[in-house]
């Protein structure tokens, strides 16, 4: 079982928040990601890292933004939440052996 | 651009038997990997078997298989004994070679896989 962490698992909260979305991971990885999923779709990459002080964004356009500040900390945050938002977001890291992407668990996130 | 395609939106299989799923890709790429991720409901996604597009040999993980066809740029995926267990989503995953950038994984739109007794 990967040691990557997601909070919160679940999140319901009103149009115009600022919330943060946290991924920690144990392993030492250099490389994390963010994806987006809707229900029953594809993931879609909206950022990823190389490593610290590195961001790149991602495939899908997001008016989300991350930080790279620490090794193992890659949080997302949304300045202003919108019903648009409402997603699942999935945060990922690789080895550098063989940059395999192992995954949290996940954040719902509901906008009201 | 890559692309991934599982044409199996959805796929039941009865316990004990065996389930293949699909997926080709499209790549101008000769150095490559290819992946499958199971997503449980409400559960971490996990890496189920990896494919590099250099090694002709099928890759194997216990009641997991894959029948790799680098010229069809066909990648599918066999369950044998099927257990209720394996009830999941599948994502069919695409990744380029080591190019020393960032290991980004282009997704399918998954298969979900039903187990009945």
């Known amino acids: 079982e990967a040691d990557i962490y997601q909070t919160p698992r679940y999140l319901v909260i009103g149009t115009g928040k600022k919330i943060t979305l946290e991924c920690s991971q144990t392993?030492?990885?250099?490389?994390m990601y963010w994806y987006q999923q809707d229900p029953g779709m594809e993931l879609h990459l909206i950022h990823y890292?190389?490593?610290?002080?590195?961001?790149e964004k991602g495939d899908l356009s997001s008016e989300s933004t991350v930080s790279r500040i620490r090794t193992e900390h890659f949080p997302l945050t949304l300045e202003s939440a919108r019903p648009s938002h409402t997603s699942q977001y999935l945060c990922?890291?690789?080895?550098?052996?063989?940059?395999?992407?192992?995954f949290g668990a996940g954040t719902r996130l509901s906008v009201l | 651009a890559q692309t991934v395609t599982q044409s199996q939106p959805e796929m039941s299989v009865q316990e004990a038997e065996t389930v293949t799923l699909s997926c080709t890709y499209d790549?101008?790429?000769?150095?490559?990997?290819l992946f499958w991720y199971k997503q449980p409901p409400s559960r971490q996604m996990i890496l189920v078997i990896r494919?590099?597009?250099?090694?002709?040999q099928n890759a194997t993980e216990n009641r997991f298989s894959v029948n790799f066809q680098k010229a069809a740029k066909s990648f599918s995926l066999k369950i044998s004994d099927s257990q209720l267990g394996d009830a999941a989503m599948y994502f069919c995953?695409?990744?380029?070679?080591?190019?020393?950038?960032?290991?980004?994984?282009?997704f399918g739109t998954g298969t979900r896989l039903q187990v009945t007794l």
């Open positions: 990922a890291s690789s080895d550098r052996a063989k940059n395999i992407q192992y």
């Open positions: 392993m030492g990885h250099d490389k």
């Open positions: 890292s190389y490593g610290v002080n590195s961001t």
């Open positions: 790549t101008s790429e000769s150095d490559y990997y």
């Open positions: 494919q590099e597009a250099y090694k002709q």
């Open positions: 995953a695409y990744r380029r070679g080591n190019t020393g950038t960032a290991s980004k994984l282009t």
